[in-house]
């Protein structure tokens, strides 16, 4: 099958028009062919002015600084020296008028994801694009930011910019776009304006049907699984203060919080990465910072990161040597092909090739991968970290339906989402993290969505 198949898309000065589709559907595919990132077999394209291309998976060069990658090749200059000072304040006033804020001289592979988002969108301001292709830019952004973003994408859009957002988030297409093209295996399938349709009739468009329901939920919760008392710790990019809670067997609970507050510091102490104080208890017994990776996987702790690209996978490998990846020790090599099949089936994952090289994949084709590793993995906690970030609503109802029925069947999940919705869909009990502290819990019965987001904001 082609990734784009005889596609026709018209872009118009000042508006904003969204692009939707399953993952694999071409979209991304499409955008580049726009860029003129990859070549088209045949058709043409035609814009006039500057085309700027903020990529789904960042094209940042990690070792430098935030206004070194912002202005790659055009810095200013004194004579035949760099203008440092010039160019941090050349990033700082493009930051300010676009309502992105960024330190200029943070070195990027320290920056939580969502600020490399930023900088990956500065990157192509600065170029005062007369198109702008973006693709899913809200991925890594907590809801907070989403609203903000778009009046900054939607101000550009008002000083004539035609910008094209390639998104799963119907939300967000209806109420920010002006009109929406949905794509299907490589084809448009429809075309609106956005006024005139509806989130349930885009996402039936995109999927040729009906959306598959979320899985039954079931309440399977027994003892403590996992006890944490006054765990502190320090990531790259966020710090953990003082955490006490705990999730038992059986059970989906949730951390809501906008990113940057303590988030990725909880993840890395509970696998093993980052050390920590306070105290840890896994099945009664203590889990020490000097563990290894390697032990927590042994005793049934898996995590399913945030960043797939760089934590989770060997983008240069094929799908049967990521989905052992981890379990080589523990199966033979003649059960590598049927463990490649179990989650390539359980998770619909496209093309259905085990030999397919994972890189070449769709980003929630990749996902699907993870998580599917993961709970065929005999896991007994899962620590699940952003698990639908970038993948389209069938995809994200596979992925929640799969976790739900690890719950089900006795496992504890604990699930740390930017995404409320995610949260209050899937979750038994919601902690609120706030400035790298919990500042609140809820269960099921009483969940609040506005006072949880006023917790998120630091209002107690």
Known sequence: MQAVDGVDIELQSGEIHALVGENGAGKSTLAAIAYGA?????????????VGLVHQHFKLIERLRVWENVLLNREPRRGWVIDVAAARERVNRLAATYGLAVDPDAVVETLPVGIKQRVELLRELDREPTVLLLDEPTAALAPSE??????????????????????????????????VTVMRAGRVVARHVTSETSADAI???????????????????????????????????STLEDATFEVRAGEIVGIAGIEGNGQTALADALAGVVPFTGELRFEGDALRPDDSPA????????????????EALVLGWNVRDNVVLGRQRTLARSQYAEAAREVIERFDVRPPDPEATVGALSGGNQQKIVVGRTLAAHAKLVVAYQPTRGIDIGAAVLVQSRLIEARN????????????DEIFACADRVLVIANGRFAGSFDRATIDRGRIGALMAGNV
Do not use: C, N, W
């Open 203 to 237: 996402a039936r468009e995109m999927v040729g049907g009906e959306v598959p329901a979320l899985a039954a939920r079931g309440s399977t919760a027994t003892a403590p699984l996992l006890e944490v008392r006054g765990l502190s710790a320090r990531s790259a990019t």
């Open 409 to 420: 069947a006795g496992v504890g999940v604990l699930l740390i989402s930017f995404e409320l």
């Open 38 to 50: 990859v070549k088209a077999d045949e058709g043409s394209v035609v814009a006039g002015g500057v």
């Open 295 to 310: 032990s927590r996987l042994r005793r049934g702790i898996r995590v399913i990161p945030q960043d797939r690209r760089h």
């Open 146 to 179: 989403i609203a903000s973003f778009f009046t900054t994408i939607g101000a550009l859009a008002a000083r004539g910019t035609a910008i094209l957002v390639v998104t799963h988030k119907l939300a967000e297409v209806i109420a920010y776009s002006q009109r």
